[in-house]
Each structure stands twice: as structure tokens, then as C-alpha cells.
């Protein structure tokens, strides 16, 4: 079983659209997060939920949305999409105490037309 | 805030050669994790290794090892016996002790191997 696994692994899509990438774990763990690598692969955080709380907030336009249903699931929905929002988003989980490495999903190529 | 910095974005091995790849990074806090990641292109984020900032010892894993030099905020990685399976971006990252702040990446290092 995939222990992070987030779908789609390809997004193609033009822009103004409304889109969402899933991502679910099975680790147990108790903190989900969202990762934007841009083209120059420069990994940065997005927002990170800790039991259905959202706890960081990076300044990320209001387009995106984390949605959570449970600890197991954090969502990321993205509306009006932008040319700029071509990215890979990836979606992590680990454990809130100690520095418990973290795991990533395999990540989503989000390609806006 | 913290910042991570690895100053080196791209280096070359030969196979079966050690290389080093630099890491430093600014932070206030005592207590904080330090970690290696590999990115092949697969895309997959891959943990190498993991270094706690409150313990003195470098960290280990097989032919990858760590100088963590706390009092001049370093972190490198050493790769012994280079292999091909060992070409990918390696990002060193941060996080807080405590709390479950998300990592704070440097910008890659991209590793090449040649045969």
C-alpha cells in the first residue's frame, strides 16, 4: 500500500478553471501539508493541517483551499487557475512531535493553458 | 525566519568517487531537525538522511554520511562510492523542534555521475 498517495499525477487544464488535486495517507500520522515546487524546483510550503486545523498558512493566494475531511485526507482546491500556478504540488504527511522524517506523495504536474 | 542555503546547484562525480554536497542554514532555535532529500527524476522526494541539532554525532545511513557543524550552522552531506542510481537534486531542509511546522527547503543541489 502507497503510504502517501495523492491523485492526479497529471493535470492539464486552462485557465479560469476550478481544480482539485486528493491526497490521502495511511501512515497514522497527524499532520498533512501541501508543497509547491516551481520550474526552477524550489520546494515551498503551502499550508499544513494538523487534526482538521489548519496551522500554517503561507501567503498563497485565497484561490487555493486546503480542504480536510479527516486526518487522513487534506484536499487542495484551486480556482480561476493562472498561467503561474503550473507547478508540482505535492502533497507530505508526518508525525506533529519530533523530527519524524516526513513523507511525500509522488507529487502533481499541474500544466495551466 | 529561517533560511536554508546550498550553494553548489549543480556538482559532478565519477563513479565510484566521494563527493560532498553543502548545506548551511540560519536559525535562532536550539532544538531543530536537519534533513537530506533525494530527487530523482521520477519526481519522488526521497529521505537520505536525518540529523537531530541536539545530538553531537553525524548521522549515518549506508554510504551517505553528514558533517553537522552546529556552532557554524553546517550541514553536509558526503556521498562515498558514487553510484548511477545516486544522480538526482538533493535538497537539505529544516524544521523546528517542536510543533508540526512544515520544512524549510534550501534550493537543490543537482548531482550528476559519470560513468
Known amino acids: 500500500d502507497t503510504a502517501v498517495s495523492q491523485t492526479p499525477k497529471y493535470l492539464v487544464t486552462q485557465m479560469g478553471n476550478d481544480k482539485s488535486i486528493k491526497c490521502e495517507q495511511n501512515?497514522?500520522?497527524?499532520?498533512m501539508y501541501w508543497y509547491k515546487q516551481d520550474s526552477k524546483k524550489f520546494l515551498k510550503i503551502m499550508f499544513s493541517?494538523?487534526?482538521?486545523?489548519?496551522?500554517i498558512n503561507e501567503t498563497v493566494p485565497n484561490r487555493f483551499s486546503p480542504k480536510s475531511p479527516d486526518k487522513a485526507h487534506l484536499n487542495l482546491h484551486i480556482n480561476s487557475l493562472e498561467l503561474g500556478d503550473s507547478a508540482v504540488y505535492f502533497c507530505?504527511?508526518?508525525?506533529?512531535?519530533?523530527?519524524?522524517?516526513?513523507?511525500f506523495g509522488s507529487g502533481t504536474r499541474l500544466t495551466v493553458v | 525566519a529561517q533560511t536554508v542555503t546550498q550553494s553548489q546547484p549543480e556538482m559532478s562525480v565519477q563513479e565510484a568517487e566521494t563527493v560532498t554536497l553543502s548545506c548551511t542554514y540560519d536559525?535562532?532555535?536550539?532544538?531543530?531537525?536537519l534533513f537530506w532529500y533525494k530527487q530523482p527524476p521520477s519526481r519522488q522526494m526521497i529521505l537520505v538522511i536525518r540529523?537531530?541539532?541536539?545530538?553531537?554525532q553525524n548521522a549515518t545511513e549506508n554510504r551517505f554520511s553528514v558533517n553537522f557543524q552546529k556552532a557554524a550552522k553546517s550541514f553536509s552531506l558526503k556521498i562515498s562510492d558514487s553510484q548511477l542510481g545516486d544522480a538526482a537534486m538533493y535538497f537539505c531542509a529544516y524544521k523546528p523542534g517542536g510543533g508540526a511546522d512544515g520544512l524549510t527547503f534550501g534550493k537543490g543541489t543537482h548531482l550528476i555521475i559519470q560513468p
Open positions: 493541517y494538523n487534526n482538521k486545523e489548519l496551522i
Open positions: 536559525t535562532s532555535e536550539s532544538d531543530y531537525y
Open positions: 540529523q537531530e541539532a541536539y545530538k553531537q
Open positions: 501512515l497514522g500520522h497527524d499532520t
Open positions: 507530505a504527511s508526518s508525525p506533529v512531535t519530533g523530527g519524524g522524517g516526513y513523507t
